[in-house]
């Protein structure tokens, strides 16, 4: 397979969007099938790109004598690359109903199609360089979604963003700084790729920039503190939020440190140090406090937020094991979190779509107006609480098993930790499915008076949460086939 072809499932999206700003559709109903039509074709092709990885690196162009744009497909690439091709064509189709109302839809699905190509850039970058010019653009494009609806909300949540974004930039590049001057050449290799024997002599240094690297990209993997911008962000439409907090920016986020750490550093010149204890330390810390303050918060939307902080440090307990089997449950939680809080997200959007509630107090009896909805609810509630049977519970528990193997002190601080959590998320998560499928005398009486009834949303919405929903559950009962294939990326086979 000529390499050319890993350049289109990256530009279609973006060509695509910018197409639609510029050439409008009037007839919306046209313009949404051929938008679902082109994402489509594009996660098609980047299945088939996948399935068929050529070999070799696809050089685009030089900025220097060391900083060559290159894109390459091996086993982190596929695993981050399906993930979003596979979850953004029901991500499109939910959004149109959304949407449907809203006056400037044109430039919402343009930005929200270019950030699909810009994602799969993320993905599929051979290099460091090439990856932080993805993940610094990813940034400029989800700004005109935060920003949307144009409220002052809105508007102080994207300042927020663009902040908090801004200074995870500096501290990364940084790092990516580092690697070019200290790397034998720029290309991702599992295993790490630094000159040790050179900074054999400076290897507190190295530690340090590889924790301002940590940090930096740990901005949009929301790491605390600098998660604040997270839940802010949710003033989005829910379309943008479910891409921001399940697929696109935070596990970007993930996916940067992933590569940070075992495919330019090298989970052996770091495990063990002061530098993976302190990241270890921060994750657990975010864990606490995200779960904590999910159970104190009363906005639905928000409460997910927390969760999604929350989950992001559980991928991250895993990848600072520093070990191949912490890197596999580094990245099942991470595919199986995208599955289970994507459809979380959208139960949200579609009881702020048709019932018009956005607090967790006014939810008495949604569930028996919306029993579809709220159902997919309770199945994603399941499996992020990590009921077994679920998806979630077999992440966790790969998560469980990776910090048993590190066997320190922290590590088994950290087990008590997923605990905490793990109440915790039960109080938040299950407080909202009782009060929606079990009102008392006086919400039931207040039902029956309530002249405008909300109702399930119409297939656009459910399609995507029934198929999320049999995902979870058929996961949950069937994950060994995918832990297998995780497994060689995780032993650096593939």
């Not at 979190?337 to 979380?344: D, L, N, R, V």
């Not at 995507?464 to 990326?489: C, D, N, R, W």
Request: hydrophobic share 55%; aromatic share 14%.
């Amino acid at each position: 397979m000529n390499l050319y072809v890993l350049v289109l499932p990256i530009m279609i999206p973006i060509l695509c969007g910018i197409g639609i700003m510029v050439f409008p559709v009037k007839d919306k109903k046209i313009r949404n099938i051929l938008l679902e039509l082109v994402v489509v074709i594009n996660t098609i092709l980047t299945l088939f790109i996948l399935f068929h990885a050529p070999q070799g690196t696809l050089s685009l162009f030089s900025l220097g004598d060391k900083l060559v744009m290159t894109l390459r497909v091996d086993g982190l690439a596929a695993f981050f690359a399906g993930i979003v091709s596979c979850l953004w064509p029901l991500a499109t189709l939910y959004a149109f109903e959304y949407m449907e109302h809203d006056e400037r839809t044109d430039v919402f699905f343009g930005f929200y199609t270019i950030t699909y190509g810009v994602t799969m850039g993320v993905a599929l970058s051979g290099n460091i360089v090439t990856m932080y010019l993805f993940y610094e653009a990813l940034t400029m494009v989800t700004l005109p979604l935060v920003i949307h609806t144009m409220t002052k909300e809105a508007k102080r949540a994207t300042r927020k963003y663009l902040y908090y974004m801004i200074g995870g930039t500096a501290f990364a590049f940084i790092g990516m700084v580092f690697y070019v001057l200290f790397s034998h050449n720029m290309e991702f290799k599992y295993g790490g790729n630094l000159n040790i024997i050179a900074l054999s002599s400076h290897i507190h240094v190295v530690h340090l920039v590889y924790l301002m690297a940590f940090f930096g990209f740990g901005v949009k993997a929301a790491i605390f503190p600098f998660h604040g911008w997270l839940p802010d962000a949710s003033v989005a439409p829910t379309p943008v939020t479910a891409l921001l907090h399940a697929v696109a920016v935070v596990k970007s986020g993930v996916f940067a440190i992933m590569r940070f750490t075992y495919y330019c550093f090298g989970a052996e010149v770091l495990k063990g140090s002061w530098a993976q204890r302190i990241a270890l330390s921060f994750a657990m810390i975010t864990i606490v406090y995200a779960s904590t303050m999910g159970v104190k918060e009363t906005h639905f939307k928000r409460r997910m937020a927390y969760s999604t902080v929350s989950n992001l440090s559980y991928i991250l307990l895993g990848v600072t094991m520093m070990s191949p089997l912490g890197l596999l449950a580094g990245m099942s939680h991470m595919l199986f979190h995208a599955i289970m809080k994507i459809s979380g997200f959208f139960c949200v959007g579609a009881v702020m779509h048709r019932a018009h509630k956005e607090y967790v107090y006014e939810l008495d009896g949604i569930g028996l107006q919306m029993p579809k909805t709220m159902t997919a609810f309770v199945v994603s509630s399941c499996s992020i609480i990590g009921v077994p049977l679920f998806a979630g519970f077999v992440s966790k528990w790969k998560i469980a098993q990776s910090l048993f193997e590190g066997g320190g002190t922290l590590e088994y601080a950290a087990v008590f930790v997923l605990l905490y959590s793990a109440l915790m998320t039960a109080i938040y998560l299950l407080t909202v499915a009782v009060r929606g499928f079990f009102p008392d005398s006086d919400a039931l009486g207040k039902m029956a008076h309530d002249e405008e009834k909300a109702s399930d949303p119409s297939w656009k919405m459910l399609l995507p949460l029934g198929i999320f929903s049999i995902a979870i559950v058929f996961i949950g009962l069937k994950a060994e086939p995918i832990l297998t294939v995780l497994t060689t990326v995780a032993n650096g086979v593939f």
